[in-house]
């Protein structure tokens, strides 16, 4: 069974600083690796994916993955208080395509 | 990427009670995911709809409580049945697109049973 952990927080960081998300995963094999940000009362909302090791940067934000450690980050530079949401990092599951959440990382960014 | 509407946004039910949600892609696409989201936790896939083949149920879920129709290639739906408040829940409808680009998931519907 897949598994894809996330430190659940709450993670609350000052306006302007980064704030940094980490997640787990248990598959070696996995081969691509999701985040989505989900603010309160409304759907999962794809911000971020990243297949290669190393870094991939859009925008504000910047995944970071490695595979030999099984780990997989999100950085986002420069935090605005509209970040504030619950982050969930995701792989893909099996054979039917559909991918596994972790439980999300709740991020506050304070004024 | 594909666009998916979901209806009913939101509802609230009786328990004992059955509701359908329907989604809806504006491509065809292979595979549908059914998700639920319980209050506080992550995403729970539910099932996979296939067009043209039965649903296929993760662990916990059974088509009896959980059916699900694919009758084309831009269509499902998902019926909750016999609701107790347990099914309070978000649930999602997703879709894998073609060329392995990344899932994206309809605005949900946000269920409550009394």
């Known amino acids: 069974q897949k598994e894809v952990e996330q430190n659940s927080g709450p993670l609350s960081v000052p306006e302007g600083a980064i704030a940094s998300l980490n997640c787990t995963y248990s598959?070696?094999?996995?081969?691509?690796f999701f985040w989505y940000r989900q603010y309160s009362g409304k759907s999962p909302e794809l911000i971020m994916f990243?297949?290669?090791?190393g870094d991939k940067e859009d925008g504000r934000f910047t995944a970071q993955l490695n595979k030999a450690s099984q780990y997989v980050s999100l950085l986002i530079r420069d935090s605005q208080p509209s970040d504030s949401a619950t982050y969930l990092c995701?792989?893909?599951?099996?054979?039917?395509?559909?991918?596994?959440f972790g439980k999300g990382t709740k991020l506050s960014v304070k004024p | 990427s594909a666009v998916i509407s979901q209806k009913p946004s939101r509802d609230i039910c009786q328990r004992g009670t059955s509701l359908t949600i329907q989604c809806q892609v504006d491509?065809?696409?292979?595979?549908m995911f059914w998700y639920r989201q319980q209050p506080g936790q992550s995403l729970t896939l539910i099932a996979t709809?296939?067009?043209?083949?039965?649903?296929?149920?993760e662990s916990g879920f059974v088509i009896d409580k959980f059916p699900i129709s694919r009758p084309n290639l831009t269509f499902s739906t998902l019926t909750v049945s016999n609701m107790s408040p347990e099914d309070s829940s978000i649930y999602l409808c997703?879709?894998?697109?073609?060329?392995?680009?990344?899932?994206?998931f309809g605005d949900g519907t946000r269920l409550s049973i009394l």
């Open positions: 997703s879709v894998e697109e073609t060329g392995g680009q990344p899932q994206h």
């Open positions: 598959d070696r094999g996995s081969q691509s």
């Open positions: 990243i297949y290669s090791n």
């Open positions: 995701a792989v893909p599951g099996g054979s039917q395509g559909n991918l596994i």
């Open positions: 491509s065809q696409v292979t595979m």
């Open positions: 709809a296939n067009q043209g083949s039965e649903a296929t149920y």
